[in-house]
């Protein structure tokens, strides 16, 4: 760690210790280091070999017309059950359980941030533990998914579809409140370990008009000049280093 990212993470420390309302806002970044692969980095899931690209597959096109090869690509590249919460994920669960965390939110769907005890987790893009019938609405479990094989269904006969925002699809309404309200009354922000290159997740960071901005990120994003402080590396080097 040179000299400037030491600094850097003693500024971030400086505004932990005197926030009351943080908001954390994370995506795959946050994730890779549990082993869970970002389809978009460059060995993440597009250098698979599929049929289709990613995008395509997890889209609301292909899992109407194409469910049971969308549901063979979900199965091995979707869900990771062994993944284990990393210290990002437990260091945000602490500063919640001590007052200085309002809230996370997510565009990950991998559910965890709350195995690692987070409370108040606002999760844009679903997330795979939960699965809904489309014909009954009845809810079920990740293992209706990983139990079965082909298309999953329902006792009254309708397709079980994981509860995951897939492209073409619109956020819930709900979720996007609720992480709209902690980000406006927000005093430091955290970003991390994300592109913000995905909409219209991305667009809800222009809600925050508090304090301080900070953004931690291996690569450049598109917001790194309207940061108050710039870390260009691992979540876990960061993390790691701050007490709560």
């Not at 280091?33 to 889209?59: A, C, M, N, W």
């Not at 619109?170 to 996007?176: E, I, Q």
């Not at 609720?178 to 980000?183: E, Q, R, S």
């Not at 370990?193 to 450049?220: C, Q």
């Amino acid at each position: 760690m040179n000299t400037s990212q030491a600094e850097g993470i003693d500024q971030l420390q400086s505004w932990v210790n005197e926030s009351k309302r943080i908001v954390f806002f994370g995506g795959a970044g946050v994730s890779t280091e549990s082993g869970i692969p970002d389809f978009r980095s460059v060995d993440g899931l597009y250098h698979q070999k599929y049929d289709y690209p990613p995008e395509t597959i997890l889209s609301h096109t292909f899992f109407m017309r194409n469910t049971k090869a969308f549901y063979d690509f979900y199965r091995d590249k979707m869900i990771c059950l062994d993944a284990k919460p990393n210290i990002t994920h437990l260091k945000l669960a602490e500063m919640e359980q001590k007052g200085k965390l309002t809230a996370v939110v997510t565009q990950n769907i991998d559910g965890l941030h709350q195995a690692a005890g987070s409370k108040t987790v606002y999760e844009l893009h679903g997330s795979v533990h939960r699965n809904y019938c489309t014909k009954c609405h009845t809810f079920y479990d990740i293992h209706c998914i990983t139990e079965s094989t082909g298309i999953p269904t329902c006792e009254c006969g309708g397709i079980i579809k994981p509860d995951v925002v897939l492209y073409e699809e619109g956020l819930n309404d709900a979720t996007v409140t609720g992480a709209v309200k902690a980000i406006s009354e927000s005093d430091l922000m955290i970003i991390g370990g994300t592109s913000l290159a995905v909409y219209p997740a991305a667009g809800l960071l222009h809600y925050f008009h508090g304090n301080h901005l900070v953004l931690i990120n291996k690569s450049a994003t598109p917001m790194d000049a309207d940061a108050d402080l710039l870390l260009q590396c691992g979540l876990g080097e960061v993390f790691s280093r701050i007490e709560v």
